[in-house]
């Protein structure tokens, strides 16, 4: 293969997806340079935990990736473009397969075939897993193949380095990004004929979520401030069984509930007795009750939707925000085997064992569906810039089905690999076109940094961090309310207000984590108002966006993308169609199986 | 469950808690201690501490200073990135619980102090490099004819992936070459690199070239450099049978050299 020697991709992310696209472009003979704020090993993609789906057939349950395909359309209650989602499940098996031959340990069937759970929103078992830490297991595959990549001189890693800006030249073309040395402060320019944006979601918006604490979506809120579209970001997934905690919500994974866990709250409000004393009778099993079809394995909208509504109405466990999922009736065995990393985790941070006790959970911030606006080949809208996995707005629609982030990611990751070199087989490589072009980006970036740092004032950057978290949290997430979602954007106005007069409380630039953070706080705040303005347009109810005032979908009106661009004055809205050319829309119910 | 600390309950709380670090400035500056405190509350981990105290970090003299730098990421033990000595126990910052530190010590003082065997970045921060370059070193991944469909994988017993994937969960945190005595930041290969060969050599794609992986844990640096103090299982928090996959790879490099020799 002759390959331009020019020719050069940067990868910004070390999650599954940048690992999958630095994997397929080294392995395609092109040159990658890969931008992390932490060693790629570390990327948030080792918290998932449940599994990836991909319709294999392994239980003779007649499963197909059409099924596939329709199940995760209908739980994204029709939102999504249809073809990506289609061509993603007709890849899930190879990718599962794949990932079998880089050595993820698989649970495995008698016959030694790779087993499958069930998981949200299916009938079908569909799900692969490695014990309860499959993103885990699955991210250091990569990982490993990217090392090889690595060591053949392929792969550059620049760990420890933080996206800020892209380079983009007088016809708004991508050549490039500034990146900071999170050591020393050093700001650089890496010259690319593409670059793939992967670098997962903004669950720090909310302050605490499920999410690591690298997911600020700082780069994609970046992007977007220089022009790319963000698509459908009101769309947040807030996940049924969370453990509250004083520093972040821990995941505690569907899969507890594909193995059979179940969720009740007693039927006596404030009842409060120890959960082992309180039979079966006095037990009210709200999910199974309501969605007798799927159970407790429900879509995650629906799910958090009903364990909000039953504490509001004060069946929650003890009167508080929290009820029970139940894995005790389950034997120990099995618990230990096919779900034992996650029982470990609610071990160490609660203390109860959840083989004996049933555990007490929550809903928390989760998932963004939302993200930079791709075309079909993973293309945002300024030329030369990809996008993949969670930062991106294609496949899961209003709402996520469990166990296909992994696959969207994998998936991703692969078509925009393809996509980037075709790309730059045949972009144009001008000098008169880039001339001083990054060097003038970094002296940007430069200036923006020394304001920062000069700036002197009363305001805490933490401190304002804590208030868009629980404003956005208390209002933005589960249940929306019209005036509350205009109070919070008059919040989110007088934050960014706030933030010019912010004192950087480190002397020492070594090192210091208080200059990174004031600009991944600044491109929250911007991103947060799309979230919320996106919010507050959208007078309907779809998936994860539900509004008492509007409770039904509204196809004649929203069965559309939201559109945000960036402008000084702030997000500017439109909104184009939904590709449903291969499933027409059909009301979603959960109550009975699913209707064709 | 070796490693897994089960939360316990503190029954009378002190009112306030104290965090002693130990910090540097800079990989060249003279390390010194601070002590901050802090109002207890229920269910903190010594990563809310310190957040706590990077949002206003004046210590407990009362003079205003920097705040504490450290990493952090998933804040489930299982990234690895928080790794720290923690009342002189080198563990993850995310998972170590205020009530559990002070019910082992007595004590409401906690001190924290970066790990000693990894270059030292500033305070609680360290440069681990050197063990992905371990695992480099020991070609610590499957090679594959290509990532393109090539159908299905093979067959693997489930108890064989129960084997392996206990190996698969190391999160190259360091623990292991923190309590590891003949580990000095030098290039003694370790716990961490040599498990991971046993992961790669127990898979049967990965057994095809597993003597190049047994090779690189020959000769200086390499395996035969383990002690046998047994320290690292006892610190790993991922409970990986450390030992084991040390004695193991050491019987099978043995097992290869004899074979090797009676096939010249």
Known sequence: ?596 | MKNGHKKRVLENPPEKIEIRIQRRDRPDAPIYWQSFEINYRRNLNVISALMEIRKNPITKEGIKTNPPVWDMSCLEQVCGICTMVINGRVRQACSALIDDLILDSGSNIITLQPMSKFPNIRDLKVDRTKMFEHLKRVKAWIELDGTHDLGAGPRISNKEAQERYVYSRCMTCGCCLEACPQYHGDNYIGPQAIAQVRLFNMHPIGKMTKNERLEALMGEDGITNCGNAQNCIKVCPMNIPLTKAIYETNREITMNAIFGWLKK
């Open chain 1, 1 to 596: 293969m002759s390959v331009s020697k020019q020719a050069k991709i940067v990868v910004v992310g070390g999650g599954l997806a940048g690992l999958s696209a630095t994997m397929k472009i080294a392995e395609a003979g092109y040159d990658v340079d890969l931008i992390s704020v932490v060693p790629v090993k570390r990327s948030h993609s080792v918290c998932a935990q449940g599994g990836i789906n991909g319709a294999v057939n392994t239980k003779g349950e007649g499963d197909s990736p059409w099924k596939h395909f329709d199940d995760t359309v209908y739980g994204g209650d029709f939102l999504a473009d249809q073809p990506p989602v289609k061509r993603m499940c007709e890849m899930a098996p190879q990718i599962i397969y794949l990932f079998d031959r880089m050595g993820v340990p698989f649970a495995r069937t008698p016959e030694g075939l790779i087993d499958f759970r069930r998981f949200g929103g299916t009938l079908h078992h569909r799900t692969a897993y490695a014990g309860a830490s499959t993103g885990q297991q699955l991210l250091y595959a990569l990982d490993e193949q990217v090392r090889k990549h690595e060591v053949l001189g392929k792969v550059k890693k620049y760990e420890g380095w933080e996206m800020l800006s892209l380079v983009l030249d007088d016809h708004q073309v991508c050549r490039g990004v500034v990146a900071m040395n999170l050591q020393n402060l050093e700001l650089k320019a890496f010259y690319a004929d593409a670059v793939i944006i992967a670098t997962g979601g903004p669950g720090l918006i909310f302050g605490k979520s499920t999410n690591s604490q690298t997911c600020t979506g700082s780069a994609a809120s970046a992007c977007y401030q220089q022009g790319a579209k963000y698509a459908n970001g009101e769309f947040i997934q807030v996940h049924p069984t969370a453990i509250p905690g004083e520093d972040k919500l821990r995941l505690m994974s569907e899969s507890a509930r594909g193995e059979g866990g179940r969720i009740w709250v007693p039927r006596k409000k404030g009842d409060r007795r120890d959960p082992r004393d309180i039979p079966e009778s006095e037990r009210w099993y709200f999910l199974e009750e309501k969605y007798p079809a799927y159970g407790n394995l429900v879509p995650r909208d629906i799910a958090t939707r009903e364990i909000f509504k039953v504490c509001l109405e004060g069946y929650g466990v003890n009167g508080e925000n929290q009820v029970y999922l139940d894995l005790t009736h389950i034997p120990a065995e099995i618990l230990n085997r096919k779900l034992g990393a996650i029982l470990e985790i609610y071990e160490m941070f609660v203390g109860d064992d959840p083989r004996q006790v049933p555990m007490r959970i929550f809903p928390g911030v989760h998932y963004s569906m939302g993200g930079l606006w791709v075309d079909y080949e993973q293309r945002t809208n300024i030329p030369g810039l990809l996008a993949a996995g969670e930062c991106d707005f294609s496949i899961h629609g209003a709402n996520r089905l469990g166990a296909n982030s992994l696959v969207s990611c994998v998936y991703g990751g692969f078509v925009a690999a393809s996509s980037a070199i075709e790309y730059v087989k045949n972009v144009e490589r001008k000098e008169t076109e880039t001339n001083g072009i990054h060097e003038a980006e970094v002296k940007r970036q430069q200036e923006i940094n020394e304001k920062i740092l000069k700036s002197e004032g009363p305001e805490n950057q933490y401190k304002i961090h804590e208030e868009l978290g629980k404003w956005m949290t208390e209002n933005v997430t589960v249940v929306r309310y019209n005036d509350k979602l205009k109070e919070t954007d008059n919040k989110i106005l007088e934050l960014m207000d706030r933030f010019k007069r912010i004192s950087i409380n480190d002397s020492n630039l070594w090192a210091t984590q208080a200059l990174p953070h004031a600009r991944q706080l600044w491109n929250m705040l911007e991103l947060a108002r799309v979230i919320t303005l996106g919010a507050l347009n959208r007078n309907e109810s779809r998936g994860a966006h539900y509004k008492p005032e509007f409770p039904e979908r509204n196809d004649e009106e929203w069965l559309k993308t939201t559109i945000a661009e960036w402008s000084s004055e702030g997000p500017v809205f439109s909104y184009i169609p939904v590709d449903t050319s291969l499933i027409p829309p059909r009301k979603r119910d959960y109550s009975k199986p699913k209707g064709k």
